[in-house]
């Protein structure tokens, strides 16, 4: 995360739409610090489709990220930002890498929205899952490391370090269904009316009557991916993971599923054809990491993978079209389709599903 490096993320000049009074925040700041920060120079992240993220830099050179809920309508329960500080807080003292925090605000007297601050990683941001700008010696091993923090972070005690109320594993994939259900049709008004969502819907339908899947109680990031994690600048390492958005306490097989979609979707070039391991290699490695004996139910998991994916498209597409998105690679026609592409590939796996469902 640094402008001068390949893997650095691109920094721009705050856009018009999430702009702040910078004063406000440089007066908080000095309050969470207890000393006078100085003058702050700001500047946004690009690439990010959900929270903006600034970079804070102080008059003596020290940086911090800033994070914040978008501006405009936003569907319930998203851009979740206390949440996010809430659950890398509680990480700190854990196997699983996290940028320190510094505080959270929730006086939208501030900037008008809740936020939060945190320390800034220095490292590489690879984009791509197929891990082009990566040398080809680290790419299995930094694919292999990316699976081991995810199993780091599913053996956390959740309960242990403060997370207990955080969610409810009981009957989560049930809830999680509704929850992306309620959320792509709360964004469809906003979207053409001639965008065939029956893919959508079918594959809604279908998740819905899947209840033979036991619970499993750990918790689960909601957007586990190479994209989300700064990477260590010299070796295949992962620093820090971001985006803390979406987690709750689940199921960890909805986090690996996601994780495996690079393999499954057609606008992702198959990590395994540019060096990286097979989509077998990685889940074999994750069941040895986690000490599980095999993956229950595992095309379900994938289906859904699917279909949160698209939710989440459909979802930027939708505030796109009302000029809300953080990005602005965005493009509501062009990711609306592509979330119905996806949501026809989850609709497919679940077809080929049988009812021997287990990988062992």
């Not at 699983?96 to 800034?120: E, H, K, Q, W, Y």
């Not at 991916?225 to 909805?254: C, F, M, Q, Y």
Request: charged content about 25%; proline content about 8%.
């Amino acid at each position: 995360m640094t402008m001068a490096h390949a893997g650095s993320p691109e920094l721009e000049a705050p856009r018009p739409a999430h702009r702040f009074d910078e004063a406000r925040v440089r007066d908080w700041l000095g309050e969470a610090l207890g000393t006078d920060p100085g003058p702050l120079y700001v500047q946004q992240f690009e690439g990010g489709m959900s929270n903006p993220t600034f970079l804070l830099t102080t008059s003596a050179g020290k940086r911090y990220v800033l994070r914040k809920k978008p501006p405009g309508e936003l569907l319930p329960r998203a851009h979740a930002v206390d949440r996010e500080y809430r659950i890398i807080n509680a990480l700190q003292e854990t196997p699983v890498p996290v940028p320190g925090t510094v505080a959270f605000c929730d006086d939208t007297s501030v900037i008008g929205v809740d936020f939060f601050l945190m320390d800034f990683v220095e490292g590489r941001v690879i984009a791509d899952p197929a891990m082009e700008p990566v040398p080809l010696a680290e790419r299995r091993p930094l694919a292999f490391a990316l699976v081991d923090t995810l199993a780091e972070l599913h053996k956390v005690d959740y309960e242990a370090v403060g997370l207990g109320d955080f969610g409810r594993p009981e009957g989560f994939m049930a809830r999680q269904v509704k929850r992306w259900k309620g959320q792509y049709e709360t964004a469809r008004s906003a979207l053409p009316a001639s965008l065939d969502h029956s893919d959508m819907d079918w594959l809604a339908a279908w998740l819905a009557e899947q209840n033979g899947i036991a619970d499993e109680a750990t918790i689960v990031h909601g957007d586990f991916r190479l994209g989300n994690v700064i990477i260590d600048r010299h070796e295949p390492r992962p620093l820090a993971v971001l985006d803390w958005e979406l987690s709750t306490i689940g199921h960890p097989l909805s986090d690996l599923a996601y994780l495996m979609l690079p393999y499954h979707l057609p606008h992702m070039q198959d990590p395994s054809t540019n060096g990286a391991p097979t989509q077998d290699e990685m889940l074999a490695r994750y069941v040895a990491s986690s000490g599980r004996s095999g993956l229950e139910n595992w095309p379900v998991f994938l289906a859904f993978a699917c279909f949160r994916y698209a939710a989440i498209v459909h979802g930027v597409a939708a505030r796109a079209a009302k000029g809300n998105v953080s990005s602005a690679r965005a493009d509501p026609i062009r990711d609306a389709q592509r979330a119905m592409t996806v949501a026809r590939i989850g609709r497919d796996i679940a077809l080929d599903a049988d009812g021997d469902t287990r990988l062992s």
